[in-house]
């Protein structure tokens, strides 16, 4: 009874999306059509008094501007029926103002994949999580199209309350304090493994400060933590680390275990130099403390810029 009730409920959330996204159309293609802007704003409030009168509030002038909008920028039907079986009309409404076309479809399949509430998908947009993904993707091979969107850079761990002044195990001991969180903040599909992994080689002791698994990509992931800059040395590090996961963890059917450096601050042009992606090695920078809001759009903005200048350098040579 409960899976039926729950079964209705979908399908009754998609039909009227759709239903919103065939009038917004209708509207745009067939009753504007290339209308002066005035004429057209008049024609629109006319439309929604009629349709308000007839059937009900979801036509007032505001919600009707909104399925017009919708039927803008979701060109694709077919991809509108496929969403709309998860996503709800609340969660297209959130996705409306973004200005972007893959980040707001990045949006969408997140919703789509990970059955995302409109509060969740409102806070990864605040977060600029598409942003920062997107960051992260110059580190990663183009062939291995499955890494892409899976890290993000930077990491925003504000959540652990750390304060201005802390050493490597505290940050580890919080970390796993407000493990859930962290996963969340990692992504979906991470899964955590261990906590100083132990690995004797040489007959010499070597700790491994975090080991988490990915389901979907079926590899294990080595995770570093340094409270400072990012130094050419941590990669050999990770690399030795990685080699032994290889020999000793990695099981049948899993594929190469990767690893990421979280850093206080990155080193880009180091990482770029260094090819660490070729290892399977991403480094990214975590914030403990989050700047205004403003602040923070305006860095990620700049981050963002400057992957988006080194992805085309890379090209160039």
């Given at each position: ?10 399908q ?18 067939d009753?504007?059509?290339?209308k ?31 399925m017009?909008?919708?039927?803008e ?13 998860q ?18 479809l ?8 990970h ?9 990864q ?8 993904a ?7 091979i ?10 993000k ?10 304060g ?26 991470f899964?955590?493994v ?6 004797i ?13 990915h ?5 294990l ?11 050419a ?6 690399e030795?680390?990685?080699?032994w ?5 990695k099981?049948?059917g ?9 850093c ?9 130099l260094?090819?660490?992606?070729k ?10 403390e ?28």
């Amino acid at each position: 009874m409960e899976q039926s009730k729950h079964q209705v409920s979908i399908q009754a959330n998609s039909a009227i999306t759709i239903l919103f996204w065939q009038v917004g159309n209708h509207i745009n293609q067939d009753i504007l059509e290339n209308k002066r802007a005035e004429y057209a704003k008049l024609i629109v409030s006319t439309l929604s008094t009629q349709l308000k009168e007839q059937y009900g509030s979801n036509f007032e002038l505001r919600n009707l501007r909104r399925m017009m909008q919708f039927a803008e920028q979701f060109t694709d039907s077919q991809i509108v029926v496929t969403l709309s079986r998860q996503l709800s009309w609340s969660h297209f409404i959130e996705l409306l103002p973004i200005k972007n076309p893959e980040a707001q479809l990045f949006y969408a399949n997140q919703v789509n994949s990970h059955l995302m509430s409109v509060r969740d998908l409102r806070k990864q947009i605040v977060a600029k999580t598409f942003e920062r993904a997107a960051i992260a993707n110059i580190q990663t091979i183009p062939s291995e199209q499955n890494l892409q969107y899976t890290f993000k850079d930077p990491y925003l761990l504000d959540f652990l309350n750390l304060g201005n002044a802390y050493l490597e195990k505290d940050l580890e001991q919080a970390i796993l304090f407000e493990l859930e969180k962290f996963i969340l903040e990692l992504g979906k599909g991470f899964t955590f493994v261990e906590r100083q992994k132990r690995m004797i080689i040489d007959g010499e002791d070597f700790n491994l400060d975090l080991l988490f698994y990915h389901r979907k990509l079926k590899r294990l992931v080595a995770i570093e933590l340094k409270l400072g800059k990012f130094q050419a040395k941590h990669k050999g590090q990770m690399e030795l680390y990685l080699k032994w996961l290889d020999k000793y963890e990695k099981q049948e059917g899993e594929n190469t275990p990767i690893g990421l450096i979280l850093c206080a601050e990155s080193s880009r042009e180091q990482i770029e130099l260094l090819e660490m992606h070729k290892d399977g090695i991403m480094v990214a920078e975590y914030w403990t403390e989050l700047p205004p809001k403003k602040q923070f759009e305006e860095k990620i903005h700049l981050l963002l810029t400057e992957a988006k200048e080194r992805i085309e350098r890379k090209k160039m040579l």
